[in-house]
């Protein structure tokens, strides 16, 4: 089973793709003899950003130089700027408090600014505050700030920066252990990646992937995506990213009873990596990772000393998920190698871990109680009073009209507690809905621009080959004497030539068709609708109203040809149908499909709330992409009507 301890929402906001280079002496003595003023600050501030993951302490001088000019000068950018990155350093070394503090600092300072620079900068600070909630297990207020920076970066015009939102939800809800929204998530940044074609997203997709499968114990799926990511991050010199790939290819081999070997090799890698970039938080969880293999492999030993210094690790950084799992095993490796009393004396410990995160976990329901039951003493003590202060006569009815009073604020508090409750979970699906739309845009121009790179492929590549084959077999024709036999065979062969030639060109026209890309959206689907009636597998009339003044974008276009396109599909393979109408109306203020059969038609309600109909959930998340209105009607052996209106 596997036992990885997820707590995301560290990589993209400390080890940039910036933070890479070694300290150079030599560029410091030149930013050091410029004169101090925001030229001076800015330098010093980028630099450190790009040392601070191999030289930290140099970087951090670097910044509270920053930082001291920025002060005298009256520069708060600059200054907002170095506190910023503090932070980041300190938040990965695991000093919260200190991270906290030079976050709230760097807030004040450019709260008010509307400027492009603060705007962005602001953008960086919310993820960074989702981050310490996400550090602190404060799950609802950290995807509600990490959707407010991605919900930021689009409004720019910077949807793909939101990628690192949606990274740090999916660590959310791996370390929640949900493995089908972690999944969801990853798989979303893993889109917008792909969409935004930067090589520093899609290697980080590919760790929070891997991470993802590892929770759901895909590991040889996982194993397919650390081997790519590592070959990346050495090409992309990015020693971080691979010591997370080699700890998840150790993850693999731990799996595998004869895999030890080769899982202590790459946990090893990984914990040389970490170790030299100063990163004890990923630190701590390869040595747990290689106590583990080594307990397996019987190497009680080793296990021993690995498991002693993650455990001396997380106690310092007060993870307790990791000490949970070391003690468990050191009390294990310790019985193994026939220790007792240091079995026994683990194993204790253990249990007190155990019950601190059981305590954690139910500590908000305690905070509640002891609240609710301070409140109740209060209360009470102020009744005793007014009840000695009353005379008796009015005791009896005091004490009936408090209590009355305090029934009906219990019941007002609770209801408004509720209600605010209710509004808040709202707002946070209102967020992510909000937020996956953003993802599916991605998805869906990633998938078109990979077909429109297919289709090309296929065209001007193997068809050209194709035809080349065909050209060359019809000159030898002429210079061979053959057989009868020969003949007919040579000619069977053409024939087979010529129809694969066919079936690629038709391959690449469905995957992008040219005529789309040249002529607009009106020719292509009277293109796809005439292609459909050659085939004699259904009749189509296709019908355009005000197309010849139609302004439509190319992803609306593209949008709208494939879902008449998987209706058509959906009526050939499942409606038994003889004809159809596709059509299509205009006006500068939206566009109206309609698509209608004559076929057997089905039961709406049965068939469109099913999750596994891969067709019809097509259909809806491109027509959701373009905001449009779907209308289905049918009813069995009376045909199926289908209305659809986009917003242009």
Request: hydrophobic share 40%; charged share 25%; net charge neutral.
């Amino acid at each position: 089973m596997n036992r990885m301890i997820v707590i995301a929402g560290l990589l993209f906001l400390s080890v940039t793709s910036r933070g890479q280079r070694q300290y150079d002496q030599a560029m410091v003595d030149q930013i050091y003899q410029m004169p101090d003023d925001t030229g001076k600050v800015n330098r010093l501030n980028d630099y450190a950003m790009q040392i601070q993951a191999a030289s930290p302490r140099q970087a951090l001088v670097l910044l509270q130089e920053a930082g001291a000019i920025s002060r005298r000068l009256k520069y708060e950018y600059g200054e907002a700027l170095s506190y910023s990155l503090l932070s980041g350093m300190y938040f990965y070394k695991m000093k919260l408090d200190s991270s906290r503090l030079l976050l709230e600092n760097a807030f004040s300072l450019i709260a008010d600014k509307t400027d492009d620079p603060s705007r962005q900068l602001h953008t960086s600070l919310l993820l960074r505050k989702a981050s310490l909630f996400h550090q602190q297990q404060n799950s609802d207020s950290a995807i509600d700030y990490y959707l407010q920076a991605a919900k930021a970066y689009a409004d720019r015009g910077q949807a793909e920066k939101g990628i690192v939102a949606f990274y740090n939800i999916a660590g959310i809800y791996s370390y929640l252990k949900d493995t089908a929204k972690a999944l969801s998530y990853a798989r979303q940044t893993r889109g917008i990646a792909i969409a935004s074609k930067d090589s520093v997203y899609l290697l980080r997709s590919l760790i929070v992937l891997g991470d993802a499968l590892a929770l759901a114990e895909k590991f040889d799926s996982m194993q397919i995506i650390a081997q790519a990511g590592m070959q990346e991050a050495i090409t992309m010199r990015m020693p971080f990213a691979a010591g997370k790939f080699h700890a998840l290819t150790g993850q693999y081999y731990a799996q595998q009873t004869r895999g030890h070997d080769s899982a202590i090799y790459h946990y090893q890698a990984a914990l040389d990596t970490f170790s030299r970039y100063n990163i004890p938080f990923d630190k701590a969880l390869v040595l747990q990772y290689l106590g583990n293999v080594l307990l397996k492999a019987k190497d009680y030993h080793r296990a021993i000393q690995y498991l002693q210094e993650a455990t001396a690790l997380a106690r310092e950084l007060d993870l307790n998920q990791v000490l949970y799992y070391t003690l468990q095993d050191l009390a294990g490796a310790y019985e193994k190698s026939g220790n007792f009393p240091e079995a026994y004396r683990h194993l204790n410990e253990f249990i007190v871990v155990n019950d601190t995160l059981e305590q954690r976990n139910n500590r908000k329901t305690v905070m509640e109680l002891e609240a609710r039951y301070q409140t109740q003493k209060k209360e009470a003590r102020l009744a005793v009073q007014q009840k000695d202060i009353q005379e008796k006569k009015f005791t009896i009815w005091f004490l009936l009209a408090g209590l009355v009073t305090l029934s009906i604020i219990s019941y007002l508090l609770y209801r408004n507690d509720q209600h605010k409750h209710k509004i808040q979970l709202h707002r946070i699906n209102e967020l992510e809905n909000q937020k996956m739309l953003m993802a599916t845009e991605a998805v869906i121009k990633g998938e078109e621009q990979e077909r429109t790179r297919l289709a090309k492929d296929l065209h001007d590549g193997l068809g050209g080959m194709l035809s080349g084959i065909k050209y060359s077999f019809q000159a030898m024709k002429g210079n061979l004497i053959m057989t009868p036999e020969n003949q007919q065979a040579f000619e069977r062969s053409m024939d087979m030539l010529d129809s694969s030639i066919k079936e690629m060109r038709r391959v690449a026209h469905n995957m992008m068709p040219e005529a789309l890309v040249k002529f607009g959206l009106d020719v292509a689907l009277k293109d796809f609708c005439n292609d459909i009636n050659e085939s004699r597998v259904l009749k189509v009339n296709y019908l355009s109203n005000r197309f010849n003044d139609a302004a439509i974008d190319q992803t609306t276009a593209i949008t709208v040809y494939r879902v008449v396109q998987e209706l058509v599909n959906n009526t050939i393979k499942h409606a038994g149908a003889t004809s159809a109408i596709v059509q299509v109306d205009y006006t500068p203020e939206k566009l109206t499909l309609t698509v209608e059969d004559n076929g057997k038609g089905f039961d709406t309600s049965s068939v469109l709330q099913q999750p596994g109909g891969i067709g019809w959930n097509n259909i809806q998340s491109r027509v959701d992409f373009l905001k449009g209105r779907l209308d289905v009607k049918s009813d069995k052996n009376t045909g199926t009507s289908v209305l659809i209106e986009f917003k242009i």
